[in-house]
């Protein structure tokens, strides 16, 4: 209430999202296919305001943010990357340029960004990169290789996944990931209790995603100087867990 009180323009507009997604989710049997309705219902509004950018000039620098901190904490040309929730290739567009042609692989839950996707590819002249863009029903990656990927990317798809999605991506992301190999994600991170807003916004407390981590045999390290930079997220790195 008091939030409301301070922000009454923002009244109307959340009325709008409450009753579109009570509807998506009164027509859909799970998480993953009511995320894809919203994805559909964003993406033919605006591809860029789907994936969280409310300008193109916001697309761009969140894109080149992204773009820069991977480069400055390992990726190489010759790395092979997967992004996770690529969506229309906010910082994909930079991947695909800086990668060795082929070596960049995105994959998302909504066909319809993945189609704004190619747009991209098309506007930034990438197609020569030869990207591979995927649409997926889940995070088992059970169509990649072993050991394929030297780097495994996820902007902004925890802040919108329930637990068990996040699981299911741990349980399986150590298969894909070459030896010494390194698994990044952001995700909505709170201090107080865990909890969720209509089913889109996901919070989670850092503790509750390093156990998880270790759960699944890979060791998660914090990135703290990733919360100095101008977003409202949290990032943290996996690496497969070495045996001795």
Not at 54 to 83: I, S, T
Not at 98 to 122: C, F, K, W
Not at 183 to 206: N, S
Request: proline fraction near 5%; glycine fraction near 6%; hydrophobic fraction near 35%.
């Amino acid at each position: 209430m008091t939030y409301a009180i301070k922000n009454p323009h923002k009244i109307v507009p959340h009325l709008r999202r409450l009753a579109r997604d009570t509807w998506f989710r009164l027509r859909t049997r799970d998480h993953v296919s009511y995320y894809r309705a919203v994805m559909r219902s964003d993406t033919a509004r605006d591809p860029e305001g789907a994936v969280g950018s409310h300008n193109h000039r916001r697309w761009l620098a969140l894109g080149r943010m992204q773009f820069d901190y991977l480069v400055e904490h390992g990726l190489k040309p010759e790395c092979r990357m997967l992004e996770i929730g690529c969506g229309n290739l906010r910082a994909g567009h930079l991947f695909i340029g800086y990668l060795h042609t082929g070596n960049y692989y995105g994959i998302d839950i909504s066909p319809d960004i993945l189609m704004a996707a190619q747009e991209t590819v098309v506007q930034h002249g990438l197609r020569d990169k030869l990207p591979h863009l995927t649409p997926v029903r889940d995070l088992r990656f059970e169509f990649l290789p072993d050991e394929h990927f030297d780097v495994v990317h996820a902007h902004s798809v925890f802040s919108h996944s329930p637990l068990h999605v996040i699981e299911e991506c741990f349980a399986h992301v150590g298969r894909i990931l070459r030896p010494g190999g390194w698994f990044d994600f952001t995700f909505d991170r709170t201090e107080g209790k865990e909890h969720q807003v209509l089913r889109e916004d996901f919070y989670y407390r850092t503790e509750t995603l390093l156990a998880l981590a270790g759960r699944y045999g890979l060791t998660a390290t914090f990135m703290d100087d990733w919360e100095r930079l101008p977003h409202k997220q949290s990032k943290i790195r996996l690496t497969r867990s070495v045996l001795t």
